[in-house]
């Protein structure tokens, strides 16, 4: 099992796309995938399922229920909250708004979603934890379950802003919790490639102290059809599987799959 948090506190850069999208197309090339809503917004968890479909979410599992009449209770287990994608062999943590509540939580509780996954998750190979855009517990929380983060930049003049404070943070769980957290690397996302802009915005990137050498090469190019696929409910790779973006995807989960040092495996099929 591999874990890998995709994080930046910028809003707005791709982590719920690129969570969503790699996921699906790791799922898609035959690994058995669990995708984590991290983040109260709940935006991936509504690009795959309907809210009548699930009642568990991750605050489920994460925050203790109200005692009753003076007795502790235990929140739910990992594997409760587990939902079925509409893609072959990804399944789904569903979020919503409740789990912002996480954020006032007392401090151990940072700890819990790793025990889970080590206690209920160790039959994926892969699980992707899209994480929301502040430096707060819900980050914390995951990077501390995570082997590797992935961090998304956009290719614009403020790609860069805020990542050495996502930098710092990653040290100091690094130092202090969970020393194995290692850098898988970093995608440059709404790549226009017809503006300066978005090619000094790369350089950018690759110039950032903690980014030096783990630019992946492909860019994700800024185009109508990635956005369009979650109102589909399909990954972009199936909705528009001859479009350009669908290629970026793909190359971007071979270079992913070669960092973590997975076999390739066949393309498996969607289900009806
Ligand atoms: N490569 C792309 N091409 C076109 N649209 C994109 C691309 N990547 C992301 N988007 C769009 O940009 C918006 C922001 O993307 P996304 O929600 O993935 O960012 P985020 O970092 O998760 O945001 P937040 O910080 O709010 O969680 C979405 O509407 C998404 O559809
Ligand atoms: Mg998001």
Redesign the pocket.
Known sequence: MKIIAIA?Q?????????TRELSACCALRGYQVLVIDA?P?G?LTASWVDSSIYEATLSHVLIEPEAVQGFKREPLTLDAAVVESPVTNLDLIPADIRLARFESQPDYLTHRLRKQLYEHAMLYDLVFI?C??QLGKLLTAALYAAQYVLV?CAADAMGLQGLSDLSFTIEQVRENVNSELTMLGAVI??YKPQRNLSAEARAAVEQAHTLVGYVFDTN?????K??EA?SQRLPVVLYAEKHR?AEQLWSLTDEILERLQMDAKHLSVVKG
């Open positions: 930046n910028k809003g707005g850069v791709g982590k719920t796309t690129l983040d917004q935006n899209d929301p855009p998304p996302n709404l994700l190019h800024d185009y109508s990635v956005a979650p973006a």
